[in-house]
């Protein structure tokens, strides 16, 4: 397993670089982690000379940062990691790189340092997510650090939902995690749970794993029934199928998006159906 780790080198990178390095322990999994510098834009170019010095220097103290890192996690944890620096827009750079190297996931801090004269890291979260050509887990600053051991797929049957299933099915029997469909509904329907049971009994297909449990959280609100059934069932990741370009708006309004990849204290993992807005 291949897990790609964008960093900026701030708390939050560092947190999600923790978390890559706790998958990567309990699946086998390789890490890279890559580092993305912007060049100063400057009028016609007029300081080259300066700009290309910034950024040798820039790029130098990037790999060195880099090398330390993976040295400590391969002495430490035995884990297998190498660096990168790439130079570029740091949310097609990361998009592009996961590419390149087939990774299986990408795991991002959801916000990062900013100043003058650095991006604001946390405002490409949502982009990376919205564009990668893997699942993405992003990964809140206080979010706590430990393989997960319940994981919540929240599915309103849309398009891709049973394909993300089924990876996620998968992915929690390496954590031996266990594993909750829910479905947040105005009103708990009988076809509901049926249509639940159905999604549970199907993503164990060809598996070798248990049907996932299942639930019809009967809420006016879908933000507050996630929020209300997270809370209870103490679980520690959330689930969801988004298609490019599109992050959630299937499911979910952008404000709530924004609450669950900026501001949730649990870790986020999205899955891509591989469709696009004109299949709404």
Do not use: W
């Amino acid at each position: 397993m291949k897990i790609l780790v964008p960093t900026d080198f701030s708390k939050n990178a560092e947190k999600a670089i923790e978390y890559a390095a706790v998958i990567a322990k309990s699946t086998g999994g390789i890490l890279k982690l890559l580092h993305v510098y912007t060049q100063p834009v400057t009028r016609n170019n007029v300081a080259y000379p300066l700009i290309f010095e910034e950024t040798a220097s820039a790029v130098k103290k990037a790999r060195e940062q880099l090398e330390k890192c993976c040295a400590e996690l391969s002495e430490e944890q035995g884990i297998q990691c190498e660096g990168q620096v790439n130079i570029g827009v740091i949310v097609d750079e990361i998009v592009k790189e996961a590419a390149a190297s087939k990774a299986d996931f990408i795991v991002i801090g959801s916000k990062g340092v900013s100043g003058l004269n650095k991006l604001l890291f946390g405002s490409n979260t949502a982009s990376v997510i919205e564009k990668a050509p893997c699942p993405v887990f992003s990964v809140p600053v206080n979010a706590m650090v430990t393989p997960p051991k319940k994981i919540v797929f929240a599915t309103n049957y849309q398009d891709g939902d049973m394909r993300a299933l089924k990876k996620l099915t998968q992915l929690s029997s390496l954590f031996n995690a266990e594993l909750t469909i829910l479905h947040v509904s105005k009103e708990e329907l009988k076809s509901e749970r049926d249509l639940v049971e159905q999604y549970s009994k199907e993503a164990a297909k060809n598996s070798g794993s248990p049907p996932p449990y299942y639930y019809v959280l009967p809420h006016e609100n879908t933000q507050q029934g996630i929020n209300l059934f997270m809370e209870s069932s103490e679980a520690d990741l959330i689930a969801l199928s988004t298609r490019k370009r599109n992050v959630f708006k299937r499911m979910f309004d952008p404000s709530l998006t924004k609450k669950l990849a900026y501001q949730s204290r649990m870790p986020l993992l999205a899955f891509h159906d591989g469709g696009d807005e004109s299949a709404d």
